[in-house]
T-cell receptor, first 114, second 113 residues
């Protein structure tokens, strides 16, 4: 069974540009969530999607947006990049079934904003 | 407080038990999680507990939940060098399955031979 795939793995952008990151969940998982990890702020929840609907959103500005497609693949977009957006962006796919929850993370996309 | 709090560092000898503590913020949090992140490796969901439980055991892992004090702990029995990692606790704020996940800063566990 293939794991969670994130593309690209590494990305360098300059301030003011925008970026789109992609996440392909494990087959059969309909929930995808996104996280930002930085040395200063730690792990922070961005948003979670289930069946193409955003179920919740963390405390991030509107420059951060996402979507989920009918095949459960998800994208997140950051517009007008700032230096502080440099981070590791992780996505996870999860499945809740029979009272149990399983969650698997992708390897992350490392974004550097210059 | 408004932050999920964890001690930052724990050193333990191989074969001993490790206990990592966490204080969470929202008394209505229904799901509480422990994650593990090894150097160069991805984040891994270790275990979780529902708020209607006091304890959950999963092989070498034991999670204890004290709702009155909003305190969560993870005990690792017979700690191995492979348990060296950063451990994050997290809560789903606002209750329910779709609450926002809020993480602690992580506890770095170093296992010495």
């Amino acid at each position: 069974k293939a794991g969670v795939t994130q593309t690209p793995r590494y990305l360098i952008k300059t301030r003011g540009q925008q970026v789109t990151l992609s996440c392909s969940p494990i087959s059969g998982h309909r929930s995808v969530s996104w996280y930002q990890q930085t040395p200063g702020q730690g792990l922070q929840f961005l948003f979670e999607y289930f069946s193409e609907t955003q179920r919740n959103k963390g405390n991030f500005p509107g420059r951060f947006s996402g979507r989920q497609f009918s095949n459960s693949r998800s994208e997140m977009n950051v517009s007008t990049l700032e230096l502080g957006d440099s981070a590791l962006y992780l996505c996870a796919s999860s499945l809740a079934s029979g009272g149990k929850e399983t969650q698997y993370f992708g390897p992350g996309t490392r974004l550097l904003v210059l | 407080g408004e932050d999920v709090e964890q001690s930052l560092f724990l050193s333990v000898r191989e074969g001993d038990s490790s206990v990592i503590n966490c204080t969470y913020t929202d008394s209505s949090s229904t799901y509480l999680y422990w994650y593990k992140q090894e150097p160069g490796a991805g984040l891994q969901l270790l275990t979780y507990i529902f708020s209607n439980m006091d304890m959950k055991q999963d092989q070498r892992l034991t999670v204890l939940l004290n709702k009155k004090d909003k305190h969560l702990s993870l005990r690792i029995a017979d700690t191995q060098t492979g348990d060296s990692a950063i451990y994050f606790c997290a809560e789903r704020v606002g209750g329910g399955r779709w609450g926002k996940l809020q993480f602690g800063a992580g506890t770095q566990v170093v296992v010495t031979p």
